[in-house]
């Protein structure tokens, strides 16, 4: 009868035990917190479908582009700086994790003794005289110890450690895909400045052609008497305005290249190139999607919410160590002695024993640590909530760029094309003496700088669309680096390729 009280009041114990465990955590859970809705964009209605589901593959066209972004993907520096975090928070995860559990240790010794002479062995427990053959005394002594030591986690403390440790990993895999997202649209986007460097540098030595031939028929004329030297040297400055250019633009597809080769992972080195800025296919439209799948898509909202999901577990980790902590210890032993002539039978040792440690004079102190560990929470709601506010705002922006940069490349057209008509009525009424050189110089140089305005606005028109792709959480993650090549083996469509998500761990 006593057996089964002991044994009932055992179980009710470990269920206690069991039940205060699972139940008992300090901190406060994390919740969500509130922040700005938004039900529509400023300048673009809200739709269901968004620009940033296209796998970047779709929306950057160009083969050679494509190649320059798998390249990045792989050999960035940046790229394989945010791999190697991760992995080395994934080490933390589980370093945390296996604090849940005992941990084990164990020692061996292995003792010989063998006297050959008929004197007296000193032992710990004497000494033993020693007679008999040549053999004299003969010990041997070997043992094993295994020890164990378990923290239990009555008050949470290692299960908040546990969660922070999760958001942590959570956060650098989104900070990993914030840089894939930040590096193929900065790939694209020098691509597109390259580009449009190269088109305004066929359009200035087109240009600088042209004056050459101006300056050269006006040095004919000069020598002819038909024109004033004045009109000769304008005809010169404006040639050589233009070489000064032309030159500066050189520089400027240059540098250029060495940057996009840093993002590529290389030394500096000539860009291969592919289709002309004026070829380039852009969708014509462009929806931004629903204001609240930011919150879901945007990997600088997602970090900063798992930034702030580890702060919030911590309190619950300073919480807990201003109460007392509770660990089991034990240890199994065995051992074999012999002596020659008397035997000594193995032998087993069980210990065990319960510890508890808290803070006494120093609990002030633990007091205020959860005071600022629960101010940097507070900070990191604050940041989060900047993170949204700030990813409408960076939506808004783009959103106006695409509108505002297809308006005003349409009006650039329109504006070429008129001057193009202005400056060949003009060259041929100069040609014939019945306009003066100011009439042609005047002309030259507006469509030359419209021509020039116009490929920078082509430029900023496809900037803006990547931009705007990149700020609304683009398509990218990961698990894509290697599917574009995949899918175009296979003959996939934008309609059969969709964007994998990045992996919870």
Same mark, same amino acid.
């Given at each position: ?38 039900d ?9 479908e968004?620009?940033?589901n296209?796998p970047w ?11 320059l972004?798998r ?27 296996y604090?849940l ?6 020692k ?6 063998r ?6 062995v000193p ?6 005289p020693t007679t008999?053959n040549s ?12 020890g ?7 008050w949470?403390?290692i299960?908040r ?11 650098r895999?989104e900070?990993?895909r ?7 649209s ?5 691509y597109?400045d ?9 359009i ?19 020598k002819?008497?038909?024109i004033?030297?004045?009109d ?16 500066d633009?050189e520089?400027q ?34 929806p931004?999607g ?6 879901q ?5 997602l970090?900063? &919410?798992?930034? +702030?999901? %580890?702060?919030?577990? *911590?309190?619950?980790?300073?919480q =807990?160590?201003?109460?007392p902590?509770? $660990? ?7 051992a074999?002695l012999q ?9 087993a ?6 510890s508890?440690t808290?803070p ?6 633990l ?7 629960e ?12 993170a949204?506010?700030t990813?409408?705002?960076?939506? &808004?922006?783009? +959103?106006? %760029?695409?509108?505002? *940069?297809?308006?005003?490349?349409? =009006?650039l057209?329109?504006?070429?094309? $008129?001057l193009?008509?202005a400056?060949n ?7 014939g003496?019945r306009a003066s ?19 920078r606005?082509r ?8 931009q705007l792709y ?16 995949e899918?175009?083996d296979?003959g ?8 994998t998500p990045?992996a919870?761990r």
């Open positions: 009868m006593l057996n089964n009280l002991h044994r009932s009041a055992s179980l009710l114990i470990l269920g206690v035990f069991v039940v205060l465990l699972s139940a008992c955590m300090m901190g406060p859970d994390y919740i969500r917190p509130d922040t700005t809705k938004a529509s964009w400023r300048v673009t209605p809200a739709t269901a968004s620009i940033a296209l593959w779709e929306l950057l066209k160009d083969q050679a582009l494509q190649q972004v390249t990045a993907l792989e050999e960035n520096l940046d790229l394989q700086i945010a791999t190697a975090n991760i992995e080395q928070f994934q080490a933390q995860l589980m370093i945390a994790k604090d559990v005992p941990s084990f240790d164990y061996g010794s292995v003792f010989g003794l006297n050959t002479n008929n004197n007296v032992l710990a427990a004497g000494a033993i008999g053999g004299g005394l003969s010990l041997s002594h070997e043992a094993i110890d295994v164990l030591k378990w923290e239990v986690d009555l949470g403390r299960r450690s546990i969660e922070a440790a999760r958001a942590q990993l959570l956060s895999e900070n990993q914030g840089v894939i997202i930040g590096l193929v900065n790939v694209a986007e020098s597109f390259l580009r449009g460097l190269d088109y305004e540098v066929e200035t030595k087109r240009t600088l052609k042209a004056w050459d031939e101006s300056v050269r028929l006006s040095e004919l004329r000069f002819q008497g038909a004033p030297k004045l000769l040297n304008r005809f010169q400055a404006e040639r050589a305005g233009t070489a000064a250019q032309l030159a633009l520089r597809v240059l540098q250029t290249e060495n940057r996009l080769s840093i993002l590529l992972g290389h030394r500096p080195a000539e860009i291969s190139r592919g289709v002309q800025l004026t070829e380039q296919i852009m969708p014509m439209e462009v931004p629903l204001p609240s799948d930011l919150l898509r945007r990997p600088d909202i970090k900063a &919410e798992q930034d +702030l999901t %580890a702060s919030n577990a *911590t309190i619950g980790v300073a =807990a160590e201003r109460f902590q509770f $660990a089991l210890t034990g240890a199994v032993g065995g074999g002596f020659q002539g008397t035997s000594f039978g193995p032998y040792v069980f210990k065990g024993a319960a508890v808290g006494i004079f120093n609990a002030s102190a007091g205020y640590q959860v005071k600022a560990q101010a940097q929470t507070q900070a990191a709601v604050a940041q989060y909530r900047k949204v506010l990813a409408f705002q960076e939506v &808004e922006d783009a +959103l106006i %760029a695409v509108q505002k *940069t297809g308006e005003q490349q349409k =009006a057209e329109e504006q070429v094309t $008129a193009q008509s400056y009525l003009a060259d041929v009424r100069y040609q003496g050189y100011l009439d042609k110089l005047t002309a030259q140089r507006s469509l030359f700088e419209s021509e020039l305005g116009l490929a606005a430029r900023a028109n496809l900037k803006s669309t990547v990149k700020v609304l959480g683009g398509g990218w993650s990961p698990e894509m680096v290697k599917q574009p090549q899918a175009a296979r996939d469509t934008a309609e059969s390729i969709k964007a990045v919870i």
